[in-house]
T-cell receptor
Framework: LAKTTQPISMDSYEGQEVNITCSHNNIATNDYITWYQQFPSQGPRFIIQGYKTKVTNEVASLFIPADRKSSTLSLPRVSLSDTAVYYCLVGARARNTDKLIFGTGTRLQVFP | GAGVSQSPRYKVAKRGQDVALRCDPISGHVSLFWYQQALGQGPEFLTYFQNEAQLDKSGLPSDRFFAERPEGSVSTLKIQRTQQEDSAVYLC??????????????FGPGTRLTVL
């Protein structure tokens, strides 16, 4: 399974755009890139998923360059409620299971 | 439209006690997963069920850990003779289909286990 590397922590202020980059140099051809968000005392929550180029939903955008060795989660105009840990996952499918492989994530702190 | 629920939310056990953690997945979801999350770390995979079949238990840390899903819905994670290193949050997740690596997994709130 592809290993991911992302910053341990990031700080931002309300109203700013936040970009969190994840490196996954050994991503496989059939791997998707998925981001989850986790608030304290809650389970992770799916944010967005993509395979290549750009994906956008009501919460975030995901940018994936042509070589797919990295990806960037973009959160537009963050608010205090976006303070959470963000996980980048690649290669969820392993053998006959669909287990998710989480790293340590990026802890985003949004200040007023 | 209830989500994944877990009980109890908090459990304190004395070292050596047995504990049982329950997970109620979203109705109709085929796949069910258990993860262990230590403080400050990301969740780590424990085991996976497809309906009632346990297809992957490679993440269970020792033979003291046992999981079951006898009727393909509710699942129980049992830990025998608990040790202090078992203290963690135990997360359950479910997804609607099988064998689809891109399916979203829906997580419950977790059970925080503290072993004294």
């Amino acid at each position: 399974l592809a290993k991911t590397t992302q910053p341990i922590s990031m700080d931002s202020y309300e109203g700013q755009e936040v970009n969190i980059t994840c490196s996954h140099n050994n991503i496989a051809t059939n791997d998707y890139i998925t981001w989850y968000q986790q608030f304290p005392s809650q389970g992770p929550r799916f944010i967005i998923q993509g395979y290549k180029t750009k994906v956008t939903n009501e919460v975030a955008s995901l940018f994936i360059p042509a070589d797919r060795k990295s990806s960037t989660l973009s959160l537009p105009r963050v608010s205090l409620s976006d303070t959470a840990v963000y996980y980048c996952l690649v290669g969820a499918r392993a053998r006959n299971t669909d287990k998710l492989i989480f790293g340590t994530g990026t802890r985003l702190q949004v200040f007023p | 439209g209830a989500g994944v629920s877990q009980s109890p939310r908090y459990k304190v056990a004395k070292r050596g006690q047995d504990v049982a953690l329950r997970c109620d997945p979203i109705s109709g979801h085929v796949s069910l997963f258990w993860y262990q999350q230590a403080l400050g770390q990301g969740p780590e995979f424990l085991t996976y069920f497809q309906n009632e079949a346990q297809l992957d238990k490679s993440g269970l840390p020792s033979d003291r850990f046992f999981a079951e899903r006898p009727e393909g819905s509710v699942s129980t994670l049992k830990i025998q003779r608990t040790q202090q290193e078992d203290s963690a949050v135990y997360l359950c997740a479910s997804s609607p289909r099988q064998g689809v690596g891109t399916d979203t997994q829906y997580f419950g709130p977790g059970t925080r286990l503290t072993v004294l």
